[in-house]
């Protein structure tokens, strides 16, 4: 990922985190991919009404799949609204699957949805992460490490 690629996600009108992800993970390796989204979804999506909480990555046929993601109905959306939880399709090179697939058949390991925005094009994508679990000491830290730059904010915010 290059410097042009952060700063355009960082412009991004829309940006759905997970951010218990990042304190419940370390992140090894992330990605970039698609989703395969309908109509109404991608509205919603727009609209900032998208959830990561709980959702995860697994791999099926050598496909990669984000189950768990809420996405609620679209408000002006008729009949053909779309469930809010439904599995959906993630697209990534054959290459990248295999290499997820084979790190993430090690123990402790996992693949997690980080953060979905809205690209130059006006597509939806999801970074993932492949990540390793905390120990319940490492979370510890990083609260601790939360708190302290927190504190350092305010003292400085003072003077």
């Not at 999506?45 to 995860?56: H, P, Y």
């Not at 959306?77 to 090179?93: C, D, F, I, P, Q």
């Not at 939806?124 to 000491?137: F, P, S, T």
Request: proline fraction near 3%; include cysteine.
């Amino acid at each position: 990922m290059n410097k042009d690629e952060i700063a355009l996600r960082k412009k991004s009108p829309v940006q759905i985190r997970n951010k218990k992800a990042s304190f419940e993970y370390f992140f090894v390796d992330t990605y970039t991919a698609g989703i395969v989204l309908t109509g109404t979804e991608i509205k919603s999506i727009r609209a900032g009404k998208a959830s990561l909480v709980d959702s995860f990555c697994f791999i099926n046929k050598g496909e990669m799949w984000l189950q768990g993601m809420n996405i609620s109905p679209y408000f002006y959306g008729s009949y053909s609204n779309h469930e809010a939880k439904r599995t959906r399709k993630l697209l990534l090179s054959k290459r990248e699957i295999r290499r997820l697939e084979e790190d993430a058949k090690s123990p402790g390991y996992t693949i997690v949805p980080t953060l979905v925005f809205i690209d130059q094009n006006g597509r939806a994508k999801v970074d993932i992460a492949l990540c390793r679990g905390k120990k319940e000491y490492d979370k510890r830290e990083t609260l601790k490490a939360k708190e302290d730059r927190r504190e350092m904010d305010r003292a400085l915010k003072r003077y």
